[in-house]
């Protein structure tokens, strides 16, 4: 399935569940948390509620919360320029009938948080009807634990929320929209259709997508870019520009695919962040090694631009 414009492609039980749950909150009102690994297609989820509700001919507006926090609350509330003396409206005020996309709120600096639930809560006494949704690749309940993360805030996008499957969790699904990419390319490059070969389409599902959609288009795109023919084998995915590692064909006996040494230490890595709600001291407790490793380590993978890190407070 697609929705146009969107990258909303695939046949899994768990994509069409999340699909489903957004075409049914997308007749109301209520304020959505969409929850996913990066690149996974969080916005494009959101993007879906707004263009399904009958606010689709409004504003749709998204504000990182990833930015530093003054930019974050400029976006938001608006601000003077200071050249021209111009007040520049708030995202609330510009999407009035329409939807705004809080991506990234878990990035949301703390000072801001309790302030952003009581002005979402006062809208109406402004006469201002906006639908507000959410996005979050961390789970905002351990970080409400660890005080992290304003409780209030949290309860409000408690009524209705979706969460989105990792794209190595989808099998063929990946085939569906690495082929919805070629598409794409091919469209906007006019160079005809183009063929992807079912052994270059094994290698591609096989592989560890660990951001997702965002990682597959991009080593698409410069796949195609440096192709010489129309047909995408595994010739092309071997001497495409970027090099990728892709995992072992075959399951282990334990039902695990195999990846990169670097691409295990990076997710185990995540996964103690995540699961400490990111303190560090707890995590490299957990990974035994130094605080002073795993800090390196984290800067590492900042530098190496893996959004998680660059993310990571």
Same mark, same amino acid.
């Given at each position: 399935?697609?929705?146009?414009? /969107?990258?909303?492609?695939?046949?899994?039980? $768990? =994509?069409?569940? #999340? @699909?489903? %749950?957004?075409?049914?909150? +997308?007749?109301?009102?209520?304020?959505?948390?969409?929850?996913?690994?990066?690149?996974?297609?969080?916005?494009?989820?959101?993007?879906?509620?707004?263009?399904?509700?009958?606010?689709?001919?409004?504003?749709?507006?998204?504000?990182?919360?990833?930015?530093?926090?003054?930019?974050?609350?400029?976006?938001?509330?608006?601000?003077?320029?200071?050249?021209?003396?111009?007040?520049?409206?708030?995202?609330?005020?510009?999407?009035?009938?329409?939807?705004?996309?809080?991506?990234?709120?878990?990035?949301?600096?703390?000072?801001?948080?309790?302030?952003?639930?009581?002005?979402?809560?006062?809208?109406?006494?402004?006469?201002?009807?906006?639908?507000?949704?959410?996005?979050?690749?961390?789970? /905002?309940?351990?970080?409400?634990?660890?005080? $992290? =993360?304003?409780? #209030? @805030?949290? %309860?409000?996008?408690?009524? +209705?929320?979706?969460?989105?499957?990792?794209?190595?969790?989808?099998?063929?699904?990946?085939?569906?929209?690495?082929?919805?990419?070629?598409?794409?390319?091919?469209?906007?490059?006019?160079?005809?259709?183009?063929?992807?070969?079912?052994?270059?389409?094994?290698?591609?599902?096989?592989?560890?997508?660990?951001?997702?959609?965002?990682?597959?288009?991009?080593?698409?795109?410069?796949?195609?870019?440096?192709?010489?023919?129309?047909?995408?084998?595994?010739?092309?995915?071997?001497?495409?520009?970027?090099?990728?590692?892709?995992?072992?064909?075959?399951?282990?006996?334990?039902?695990?695919?195999?990846?990169?040494?670097?691409?295990?230490?990076?997710?185990?890595?995540?996964?103690?962040?995540?699961?400490?709600?990111?303190?560090?001291?707890?995590?490299?407790?957990? @990974?035994?090694?130094?605080?002073?490793?795993?800090?390196?380590?984290?800067?590492?993978?900042?530098?190496?631009?893996?959004?998680?890190?660059?993310?990571?407070?």
């Amino acid at each position: 399935m697609l929705t146009q414009g /969107l990258v909303l492609v695939g046949n899994h039980p $768990k =994509f069409h569940t #999340a @699909l489903e %749950t957004a075409r049914n909150v +997308a007749v109301t009102k209520t304020p959505v948390l969409i929850s996913g690994e990066t690149g996974s297609g969080k916005k494009a989820l959101g993007s879906y509620i707004h263009t399904n509700s009958a606010r689709k001919n409004a504003r749709l507006e998204v504000v990182d919360c990833s930015f530093d926090s003054q930019t974050v609350e400029k976006i938001v509330l608006g601000y003077r320029d200071d050249e021209s003396g111009r007040f520049n409206r708030g995202v609330l005020e510009v999407a009035n009938g329409g939807t705004v996309i809080f991506a990234n709120i878990d990035a949301l600096d703390e000072s801001f948080q309790k302030r952003l639930y009581t002005i979402l809560q006062e809208l109406p006494d402004y006469e201002l009807d906006v639908r507000i949704l959410a996005t979050t690749s961390k789970n /905002l309940s351990k970080l409400v634990s660890a005080g $992290k =993360f304003s409780r #209030a @805030l949290y %309860t409000y996008f408690s009524g +209705a929320s979706i969460d989105v499957v990792a794209l190595r969790e989808r099998g063929t699904d990946v085939e569906l929209i690495a082929r919805h990419f070629m598409n794409e390319f091919a469209s906007e490059q006019g160079t005809g259709e183009l063929t992807l070969a079912e052994e270059a389409a094994r290698k591609l599902s096989d592989y560890n997508w660990t951001q997702n959609l965002t990682e597959l288009k991009a080593f698409i795109r410069k796949t195609l870019a440096n192709m010489a023919g129309k047909t995408l084998d595994l010739e092309a995915i071997e001497n495409g520009e970027r090099k990728v590692e892709f995992a072992s064909v075959e399951a282990d006996e334990d039902g695990f695919k195999l990846m990169s040494l670097k691409d295990a230490e990076k997710l185990l890595i995540k996964k103690a962040l995540v699961f400490t709600s990111e303190n560090r001291t707890q995590a490299a407790k957990i @990974l035994g090694v130094s605080i002073r490793t795993l800090r390196n380590k984290i800067n590492e993978y900042r530098g190496e631009g893996t959004s998680y890190f660059i993310n990571l407070r």
